[in-house]
């Protein structure tokens, strides 16, 4: 059995995965920022079960962090996160610095102040626009960035993202059409038994934040019961989360409801509701200094 690498650079795992490709074997890839929990264990199990071999890359990519104070204070776990990628049956973990992923790139620090005014290129992709893409100006842009390189770097393979950032998601299905060999294999969000999606950012918050935390998951079930209930006027189910949220006195930055066939607002009254097939609830707020994100399907 092949032993588990943990490899310093892209340009090695490159050669790690062309070897697994040369060897006939089908690669489960999970791209993550590391500070490892249950939710990116599930995808590695995934890509574990579902492939000959996984393998996890850890990059906290500075191109799509806004502030540099969050980027500095992004939690950093490699050795602990090491262990648990051996203990689910990864096979390959690499890591590397800007410098290393963009090696054709004079200069990466002009790069990095770009993304940080959001002025990296933007891309064709319709779900750039709005929620993230409009409070978080560049992220997207910056995620589009490192995954294609990413991309570049692991080669034809089956890909595991999560639904928790379902705006990335939308957005990577739309960078992997220029990746006729990898698919895109997105699976659900993992939660802690309070319904708090799970996050590295959650290490940042204390007990008495993590259960005002949880209020971002019972407002978005209030959507959707809301939507059992037969409401179908975005403006009411939006008012209702927000409500949720500001009696926890939860900062909202948006509770929204959107059409996710095509990324776009739902009518705030539509009684014949076949838009609402599709319908996500999508909230962003703040629980102290920390931003929390998560979402639900309607239907
Ligand atoms: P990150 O390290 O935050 O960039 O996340 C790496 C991958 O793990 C992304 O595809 C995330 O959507 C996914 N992920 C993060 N949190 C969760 C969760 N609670 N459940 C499932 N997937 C998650």
Known sequence: MDMFQS?????????????????????GYVPTMGALHRGHLSLVECAVQDNDVACVSIFVNP????????????????????????????????????????????????????ARRGDLPSHSSVA????????RPGHLQGVWAIVERLFDTVGPCNAYFGEKDFQQTLVVKDLAKRFPHIKVVVRPTVREPSGLAMSSRNSHLSTAQLRVAAKLYQALL????????GVRNADEIEWLMRSKLQDARIRVEY?????????????????????????RALVAAYV?????????ALN
């Open 63 to 114: 191109l799509q962090f806004t502030q540099p104070d969050d980027l500095q204070e992004y939690p950093r776990t490699m050795q602990r996160d090491i262990a648990l990628l051996q203990q689910v049956g990864c096979k390959m973990v690499y890591s590397g610095t800007l410098p290393q992923f963009f090696p054709e790139v004079a200069d990466v620090n002009a790069m990095l102040a770009r």
């Open 7 to 27: 490899l310093p650079d892209p340009q090695s795992a490159a050669h790690w995965c062309r070897q697994q490709l040369a060897r006939n074997k089908q690669i």
């Open 128 to 135: 750039m626009h709005g929620l993230e893409g409009e409070f």
């Open 222 to 229: 209030a959507a959707k019961r809301a939507w059992h209930d």
């Open 255 to 279: 509770a929204v409801v959107r059409d996710t066939a095509n990324w776009s607002a739902l009518p705030p009254n539509d009684t014949d509701g076949t838009t609402w097939e599709q319908a």
């Open 288 to 296: 102290g200094t920390v931003r929390l994100i998560d979402n639900i």
